[in-house]
């Protein structure tokens, strides 16, 4: 599905931006236990862009609404997951950790819902 490709693709450039500015822009302005939660983030925010590509690629063969499910899951555990992160490294309240977990859980689903996906999809050849 071309548009989890574009969003994969987005997704993954934004994740290694991210990494140099924690790794050269922050490193001096954060704490290391900070800096340690943004790692956290940019790796999560990494091995999930790379999912959205494999589910926008696998969407081509494989067709479900599974598939459909399981890269918005995955795009939203990047924005609730990783984001709240961010926010966090950055100083924002530490009631926002507790979107965290939300994002851990749509990571979860959009993987589940991969692998159904696969399962039960009418291929195309």
């Not at 990494?19 to 490193?27: E, M, P, Q, R, S």
Request: without cysteine; aromatic residues 12%.
């Amino acid at each position: 599905m071309k548009l989890f490709l574009v969003l994969g693709a987005a997704a993954a450039a934004i994740a290694v931006a991210l990494g140099a500015f924690g790794a050269h822009g922050l490193k001096a302005r954060i704490s290391s236990d900070m800096l340690a939660v943004w790692q956290t983030a940019v790796q999560y925010h990494a091995w999930h862009a790379l999912g959205l590509l494999a589910v926008g690629l696998s969407a081509v063969d494989f067709k479900s609404p599974w598939m459909t499910a399981a890269g918005w899951l995955l795009a939203a555990g990047i924005v609730l997951f990783s984001g709240s992160l961010y926010a966090l490294a950055l100083g924002a309240p530490r009631i926002l950790g507790a979107v965290t977990p939300f994002g851990g859980l749509a990571f979860i689903l959009g993987w589940l819902a991969f692998a159904v996906g696969i399962i039960y999809a009418r291929t195309s050849g």
